[in-house]
Nanobody, 116 residues
Framework: QVQLVESGGGLVQPGGSLRLSCAAS????????MAWYRQAPGKEREVVAQ???????NYADSVKGRFTISRDNAKNTVYLQMNNLKPEDTAVYYC??????????WGQGTQVTVSS
């Protein structure tokens, strides 16, 4: 069982930056594939960035070059550094942990609003 708690969301102006954190409880964090998803009002949840157990990452085309996902296994934490934020990045951001077989765990979400 994994529990995820996101933090770091808020209101930022276009072009600004935020860093989201997701703290995981439970054992064997390093064995989980981690990801950030987001869901904007009236839209489906979409994957933003993923990082595997070896540290390799991939990104949605809409955030490539602006967002960076990273993990610190010693702290059981995954991060999402978001730079050059745009109004279309406004959404609730969710942390996800996947055990590589069938189980997905979700955090409660953190709101990111990009507006002047």
């Amino acid at each position: 069982q994994v529990q995820l708690v996101e933090s770091g969301g808020g209101l930022v102006q276009p072009g600004g930056s935020l860093r989201l954190s997701c703290a995981a409880s439970g054992s064997f964090f390093s064995l989980y594939y981690m990801a950030w998803y987001r869901q904007a009002p009236g839209k489906e949840r979409e994957v933003v960035a993923q990082i595997n157990t070896g540290g390799s990452s991939n990104y949605a085309d809409s955030v490539k070059g602006r967002f960076t996902i990273s993990r610190d296994n010693a702290k059981n934490t995954v991060y999402l550094q978001m730079n050059n934020l745009k109004p279309e990045d406004t959404a609730v951001y969710y942390c996800n942990a996947y055990d590589g077989v069938q189980r997905h765990y979700w955090g409660q979400g953190t709101q990111v609003t990009v507006s002047s």
